[in-house]
């Protein structure tokens, strides 16, 4: 077993050594541009494009014609809320979401508050779900679109969605999804699960960095997007810019790896999972879950020890790849929102860990953890008890 070992996986996954075969052709004899269409390169480039579309497409049920590729989920979920927005020409619009999504979401509709759009962001409970008839009760008359991510990415509670959904469809409200976390993991279906948009990307599913999708429903009336690039009238005009070639071969092969995986690696990581959890939980007092315990995605462990900071037991388990939560909030290091709102003081938010199970994690692997994280805590709180 080499170390560090890897338990970061909600952070980002390596690219499976199948899904780096697919991507090497287009990075040298296949070069071509997806938009010259002149020629046998370019509608190489094309080709390859389509397919990937549609097996992207595959993995959520949706139609090829209703994935737009991005440079990331995160320009997804900018495209989604701000697109839509902006399609109002300025009208007074409301907007809810909650609390606790990834902050490409809380960032994108701050930006949109500073120009007019009133949001209302509901309170999860103790566990992190979101309450379907608090988004009832929230829309108004001029309400257009409700955003609530699937599962989230720090505490891995996953969300009534298709309760949401079913609500947002009898109002006549848009529904859109962050499935970041989910996608890959978990089974989705756009069309039983009444989504109207839904952002996700490659690289939290064994794909390379670089490459996302929003899907986008077909319906009558359309739905209008404003794009947010310019330039070129790519991806429908939705969103201009040369197409990443390989990255999207990458992305449609990793959406059908997982297609072909997602049944027995949930049975699979969720037992490592319980591992986890059971043996911190059982031989380390003072400790405990964030998040459902059960309506939890299969690879995520979110753990508070008490008494012991975070950032110090990560230095003490140098052998371990873990984190205190969300990669993208690295950046701008403080105390997460996440767990803030779902109720734990400062002082447990400061003592939480993420653990990331993926593809390549093995019991061994666990045990190890496991070890190590008992002997670090025993250790540190060694000082207060």
């Given at each position: 077993m080499k170390t560090p070992v890897y338990l970061d996986y909600n952070s980002t996954t390596p690219v499976d050594p199948e899904i780096l075969e697919a991507m090497i052709p287009y990075f040298t004899?296949?070069?071509?541009?997806?938009?010259?269409k002149s020629h046998k390169?370019?509608?190489?480039?094309?080709?390859?494009?389509?397919?990937?579309?549609?097996?992207?497409?595959?993995l959520i049920n949706a139609n090829s014609n209703e994935i737009i590729f991005t440079g990331s989920a995160t320009e997804s979920i900018n495209l989604a809320l701000k697109g839509i927005a902006e399609s109002y020409n300025g009208k007074k619009i409301h907007i809810i979401s909650d609390e606790i999504e990834h902050k490409a979401v809380l960032d994108s509709l701050e930006y949109l508050e500073g120009f007019g759009v009133e949001v209302t962001y509901l309170k999860p409970d103790r566990f992190g779900f979101i309450n379907p008839v608090d988004v009832k009760n929230a829309i108004k008359d001029n309400t257009v679109m409700v955003s609530v991510m699937t599962a989230?990415?720090?505490?891995?509670?996953?969300?009534?969605?298709?309760?949401?959904?079913?609500?947002?469809?009898?109002?006549?409200?848009?529904f859109h999804?962050?499935?970041?976390?989910?996608?890959?993991?978990i089974p989705l279906n756009v069309v039983l699960?009444?989504?109207?948009?839904?952002?996700?990307?490659?690289?939290?599913m064994y794909g390379p960095k670089g490459t996302g999708a929003l899907y986008v429903k077909n319906k009558n009336p359309k739905i209008k997007i404003i794009e947010q690039i310019s330039g070129g009238g790519h991806e429908k005009g939705l969103r201009s810019g040369t197409l990443n070639v390989p990255a999207i071969v990458g992305f449609g092969k990793a959406c059908e790896v997982c297609s072909r995986k997602m049944f027995e690696e949930y049975k699979e990581q969720?037992?490592?999972?319980?591992?986890?959890?059971?043996?911190?939980?059982?031989?380390?007092?003072?400790t405990s879950l964030n998040g459902d315990e059960i309506k939890r995605l299969p690879n995520n462990v979110n753990i508070v020890f008490e008494k012991t900071d975070s950032i110090t037991l990560m230095s003490e388990v140098k052998e371990l790849a873990i984190s205190t939560g969300s990669a993208c909030?690295?950046?701008s290091p403080g105390l997460s929102h996440v767990l803030s709102a779902i109720g734990r003081t400062d002082e447990e938010s400061r003592c939480s860990v993420r653990?990331?199970?993926?593809?390549?994690?093995?019991?061994?692997?666990?045990?190890?953890?496991?070890d190590k994280l008992i002997g670090a805590v025993n250790k540190i709180r060694s000082k207060f008890f």
């Open positions: 004899g296949k070069f071509g541009n997806a938009a010259s390169f370019g509608m190489e480039a094309e080709a390859a494009v389509e397919f990937a579309r549609k097996q992207v497409a595959d989230n990415n720090e505490i891995g509670t996953i969300q009534p969605i298709s309760e949401i959904s079913e609500i947002c469809s009898e109002r006549n409200v848009l999804t962050d499935a970041t976390q989910a996608a890959g993991k699960q009444g989504f109207d948009m839904m952002s996700f990307c490659a690289h939290k969720t037992v490592l999972r319980d591992r986890i959890i059971n043996n911190l939980l059982r031989k380390i007092e003072y909030s690295s950046a653990i990331g199970i993926g593809r390549y994690t093995t019991g061994e692997e666990i045990d190890f953890a496991i």
